[in-house]
């Protein structure tokens, strides 16, 4: 009998959606994942070349709008091309550290006009290495138009406690970064149990 050999390295499938609901997929495995969205390319947009109104964060240039951007779980795509998101979070919390998520994505809304080449990547608390990477992916907007870029990582393990930092970068440029919070539940039990006897 053969040994079996699992790959544990993280695992993204990266799909957008425009308005005319034409999608495109590729997946790949490895350390710098591949993915593969519309064609385009494009105006980079540097961190201090952006405004933000409204919640709306877009380049000065004001082609391109990044609306919102969303973990969750998984994202369907359902009759009448509407998208489900399932399992909508802002934290995670777990019982034993380090953890490795089977599955999550993360959702960015563009809209503007335009081509564009999009990348999400996972930073450690520190900032000083990435937890994971997905490959440059060209997108486009048509005028007037939107874009959902959906990258779905897999098996990816967060090490500690902490607050990553998940980045959108467009055209290699920093283009937005949130939060994403990792707890241990065990020591948010024992810090409360602490504050009770004081």
Same mark, same amino acid.
């Given at each position: 009998m053969e040994p079996v050999n699992r790959d544990t390295r993280p695992e993204v499938s990266v799909l957008v959606w425009n308005n005319l609901r034409k999608m495109r997929v590729?997946?790949?495995?490895?350390?710098f994942e591949s993915s593969l969205l519309s064609d385009g390319g494009g105006d980079s947009a540097a961190p201090e070349d952006l405004s933000v109104e409204k919640g709306v964060k877009q380049s000065k240039s004001g082609k391109l709008e990044l609306v919102y951007t969303i973990f969750c779980d998984d994202v369907r795509l359902e009759v009448g091309n509407k998208l489900s998101l399932m399992g909508i979070f802002q934290n995670i919390m777990v019982q034993q550290l380090p953890v490795?998520?089977?599955?999550?994505? $993360? $959702?960015?809304?563009?809209?503007? &006009?335009?081509?564009?080449?999009? &990348?999400?990547?996972?930073?450690? +608390?520190?900032?000083?290495? +990435?937890i994971v990477v997905s490959q440059p992916t060209r997108f486009e907007v048509a005028p007037?138009?939107?874009a959902d870029n959906i990258s779905f990582f897999v098996n990816v393990t967060f090490p500690v406690a902490g607050r990553y930092w998940v980045q959108t970068l467009v055209d290699s440029s920093l283009f937005d970064e949130q +939060?994403?919070? $990792?707890?241990?539940?065990?020591a948010q039990m024992l810090d409360g149990a602490t504050e009770s006897v004081n």
């Open positions: 590729h997946r790949a495995t490895g350390s490795s998520l089977i599955k999550f994505a $993360v $959702v960015n809304h563009w809209r503007g &006009e335009g081509a564009y080449l999009s &990348e999400v990547r996972i930073l450690s +608390p520190d900032r000083q290495y +990435p007037g138009g939107f +939060p994403l919070v $990792v707890m241990d539940a065990r």
